[in-house]
DNA sequence: CGATTCGCCTCGCTGAGCGAGATATCGTCG
DNA sequence: CGACGATATCTCGCTCAGCGAGGCGAATCG
């Protein structure tokens, strides 16, 4: 790359993709603190929210774990996702000692108020792309996602 | 848009986008953690980079609406970025109610080592595609950020 | 069956951030 | 110039998210 080529060194992209990620997160916490939600109920419906599309069990020991909180502040949590209703706790027959996460259906509508038109501008956005220049999208996005996801793991 | 045409809708550049942004924020998290830093505390640091970057002179109460503290806790905030040695209070000659937030050089740097690394790999992604690609890449870009900045400015 | 491990919860505490109000400075209008 | 309201920041007291330590029932292993 030339340095005098300021648009094909790619850091007008960097710049776009950083305004994106804080736009994301500014929505995130508007939309939480409309709900009554902290930043870290929301994660923890998302999560939820991703469990339930995949059929996976959740307990609060997984959910706390993904989240990065401890046992404590894990319960904390769950509580307060239970008192607004947005989750119910059910002992696992299997295993008397596991609790067992099930998302309410209000807070998938939730969800889906939230995701859904996010996902409609994006895919909308997606659509106004030839088929090539989408495929050479996807391969930026991966490429990225596999660069941070690598820098992640190592620090 | 038909749901048997996986490939074609844009949902798949949805979840890409949306792994990238929480990729994102867990490097940012784990980042904030390893340098005794708070989700904020990180927050307001790249807010001062960027002014600093363009010259914009920052305030407390600047600071404390962008980043949608009180001014109760933008105080701590700066107290605790003062603690740290991140950032020094003058008072400003023209105005002397107004505080003057300087970045120390150490938070540059600390901020260029953990942007740096991360911004090469964007911008290495973006050097692999061909031109018309990166095009495609950044009218996608712009549109998505517009999209999620309109939804977030109704809500 | 004990002993150990595991999963979740309770208790007490620290500290981020809020609301209310105090303090100092600035601009303006007589 | 002096009084007054506006503005920028800070102080005080509080709430509550999350942590560490520890407890209790359930599962598993010897």
């Known amino acids: ?67 990065g909180l401890n046992s404590a502040g894990t319960t904390s949590l769950v509580d307060r996702l239970e008192r607004l209703g947005h989750v119910r706790r059910t002992r696992d027959p299997r295993d008397r000692r596991r609790v067992l996460l099930e998302v309410d259906e209000r807070a998938v509508a939730l969800g889906e108020a939230y995701f859904g038109p996010l996902i409609a501008q994006v895919a909308d956005a997606a659509a106004q792309l030839a088929e090539p220049e989408l495929a050479a999208v996807r391969r930026f996005l991966a490429s990225v996602l596999e660069g941070v996801t690598a820098r992640r793991e190592d620090g």
């Open 1 to 67: 790359m030339t340095p005098t080529d300021k648009s094909a060194d790619g850091l007008d992209v960097v710049r776009q993709l950083r305004a994106v990620s804080t736009e994301l997160d500014l929505l995130a916490a508007g939309f939480a603190q409309r709900n009554g939600l902290h930043p870290t109920d929301l994660r923890a419906l998302v999560c939820l929210l991703d469990a339930a599309r995949a059929r996976t069990p959740v307990t609060p020991g997984s959910l706390g774990a993904r989240l």
